[in-house]
């Protein structure tokens, strides 16, 4: 629902809660309690999100083209300040 709502900063602190290592090590609960179109949703969601292929290009792409509201992720343009 963020990624739908163009709230890419909440999203990706929801992703990388998910993927801290005592939530990933929950093998069973992933497997039996989490439905198969959650996970590949997730991980769809997730793989564009840790893209670092031509300086995060996908992640920029869908930055420029959502509609406003938008609240975008700002370890993005942090990063960006830093290399400047």
């Known amino acids: 629902r963020?990624?739908?709502?163009?709230s890419f900063n909440s999203l990706m602190a929801i992703i990388v809660a998910?993927?801290?290592?005592p939530i990933h090590r929950l093998k069973?609960?992933?497997?039996q309690n989490v439905p198969k179109r959650?996970?590949?949703q997730f991980e769809?969601?997730?793989d564009l999100m840790?893209?670092?292929t031509d300086n995060k290009r996908r992640i920029r792409d869908m930055h420029m083209s959502?509609?406003?509201?938008?609240i975008?992720?700002?370890g993005l343009f942090l990063t960006d300040l830093i290399h400047i």
């Open 2 to 6: 963020l990624n739908e709502l163009h």
């Open 18 to 21: 998910l993927k801290s290592a």
């Open 28 to 31: 069973k609960t992933w497997t």
């Open 38 to 40: 959650d996970i590949v």
């Open 44 to 46: 769809r969601i997730s």
């Open 50 to 52: 840790f893209d670092t």
């Open 66 to 70: 959502c509609k406003l509201p938008c």
């Open 72 to 74: 975008p992720f700002l």
